[in-house]
């Protein structure tokens, strides 16, 4: 699955099914139900293994509503960050994680004196489980984000994540609290290997208009693996500049982005191999039914990726093309150079009714994959 033009299902097939029960301004019950069949393949993925279990609940929500802001139970994906080809904390190329919590979803300003200056803001609160883990077997996720807008044209995200937890883990109220106010280093506060709470993430990202269009614009994010005097360090970096056009009755978008998920690498001589997205505690790092939470293309890497989106009529055109560089670390591919190009078309037969394709075409030093995918879409 190609982490900029992913498919509607994974694998060689599948289908997906949403249907919204209910839908008030007080209460929304939307009901997914989807399968794929996902195979292993090859010697350095981009699929990997294949997931835990082939059907899923994707898109399930039950959300009350209160004065701007919903609690709400879902299994859902997230994008947090401002990057198009993925985001380093928390990306919706994995499989959606099953979780209850509290968010404002649409950015509005606040009427209390003391918050106006944040200007329009979203907030997003979850307790989750994560699947595909043995070692330990059901850890949790908990994820915490907050955007504001200060100015006109600057948008500021801080998120933070926590693996905690797991079977044979201590799950306490206690391991909690240390977990939540970062007390939960080896060696600091008296926190040894056995009662260590988990694994955590934290950084911020940064978007900033340029002129009067919304969509040129400079961003960039960075996420910490490490903690440091209080705040996270051993960072993951992404930047990126996007720009928008209208040429021929065609509505153009295009970006170039670059990104290093080698910690520290963007900004020390030389970087922290081995680190990213992995934690001694939960043996299969980072991940969601054996995805990677971050960023897709996983840790250890260095990737250039430019790309486009063009929407002519009813006709809307993606493609992007991907080029960087494996560490012998690497989670996703073998060592050395990486290159990818993807590519997607969307027809709209009607508002509510899509057909489509997209291929991908990917190689390391150890083989050379690629796919074909046609779908077709409809909402009833």
């Known amino acids: ?32 139900v989807g399968w794929a069949n996902v195979q292993a393949t090859g010697i350095a993925p981009p699929f990997q293994e294949p997931p835990s279990h082939r059907w899923t609940l994707d898109g399930t929500e039950l959300a ?31 499989q959606a994680v099953p979780a209850v919590g509290w968010r404002r979803p649409v950015p509005r300003e606040s009427t209390h004196p ?5 200007g329009p803001w ?28 200060p100015f006109a044209p600057l948008q500021i995200g801080l998120s933070r994540t926590m693996q905690w937890g797991g079977q044979g883990r201590d799950e306490s109220l206690t391991s909690l609290m240390r977990s939540l106010v970062g ?7 008296g926190v040894n290997t056995t009662d260590e709470p988990g694994n955590q993430l934290a950084g911020l990202d940064l978007r900033l208009q340029l002129g009067d269009d919304p969509d040129n614009a400079i961003y960039g994010q960075a996420i910490g693996e490490d903690k440091a005097g209080g705040l996270p360090s051993g960072y993951m970096v992404q930047l990126g500049v996007q720009t928008h056009a209208a040429l021929l009755g065609v509505q153009w978008i295009g970006f170039v982005e670059w990104t290093d998920t080698i910690v520290g690498d963007a900004y ?27 960023y897709p293309a996983g840790g250890d890497v260095r990737l250039t990726s430019v790309g486009m989106v063009a929407r002519i009529a009813a006709v809307q055109l993606k493609a992007v093309a991907a080029r960087g560089e494996a560490l012998p670390t690497a989670q996703r591919f073998a060592p050395g150079r990486i290159s990818g190009f993807n590519a997607s078309a969307q027809i709209d037969i009607e508002p509510r009714h ?7 075409w990917w190689q390391d030093s150890a083989e050379r994959q690629r796919a074909l995918q046609l779908w077709w879409s409809l909402w009833l």
């Open 354 to 360: 899509q057909i489509g394709a997209g291929l991908w």
């Open 268 to 294: 020390k001589s030389s970087g922290s191999p081995g680190v990213a997205y992995t934690h001694h505690i939960y043996k299969q790092g980072y991940t969601n039914d054996r995805m990677p939470l971050g």
């Open 1 to 32: 699955m190609p982490w900029l033009l992913s498919p509607l299902v994974r694998g060689t097939g599948g289908m997906q099914v949403l249907w919204t029960a209910r839908d008030q301004p007080d209460f929304m019950l939307r009901l997914g």
């Open 114 to 118: 003391w918050l106006s200056w944040m």
């Open 122 to 149: 979203s907030a997003d609160v979850f307790f989750g489980r994560l699947f595909g883990h043995a070692e330990p077997e059901r850890p949790d996720l908990i994820g915490m984000r907050l955007q504001i807008q």
């Open 183 to 189: 007390v939960d280093n080896i060696g600091s506060n």
């Open 64 to 94: 009350w509503r209160v004065d701007g802001g919903e609690f709400y139970a879902s299994m859902q994906r997230r994008n947090w960050g401002p990057g198009w080809s993925g985001s380093l904390i928390l990306d919706g190329a994995a």
